[in-house]
């Protein structure tokens, strides 16, 4: 019998994601289609923060975590990204 306590859903779909990942990437093509794919997860959780979220998903979250390992992909995202709100004024 297993006694090991059940993993946090975000662990699991860290290590799901970052497979996934590593496994696209092994090519060129694949690395393409995971930059692209980075970029749209970048948007779509700024858009989300920016429509008032506080957090994002498990999903989500694993994915950009594991995306932002691509150098590429968060500078991109921080190009794209709107300057920051001063939370004082």
Known sequence: MDHRRPRPAADKAL???AINFHRQCKTQLG?????DTTHVHIE???RRFHGGANELGH???ARLM?????DAAVERGIAGAA???????
């Open 83 to 89: 300057p920051a709100r001063n939370a004082c004024s």
């Open 31 to 35: 690395q393409d289609a995971a930059l």
């Open 66 to 70: 594991v995306g932002f390992q691509d």
């Open 15 to 17: 290590d799901d994601m």
């Open 44 to 46: 779509i959780a700024m």
């Open 59 to 61: 999903v989500l979250t």
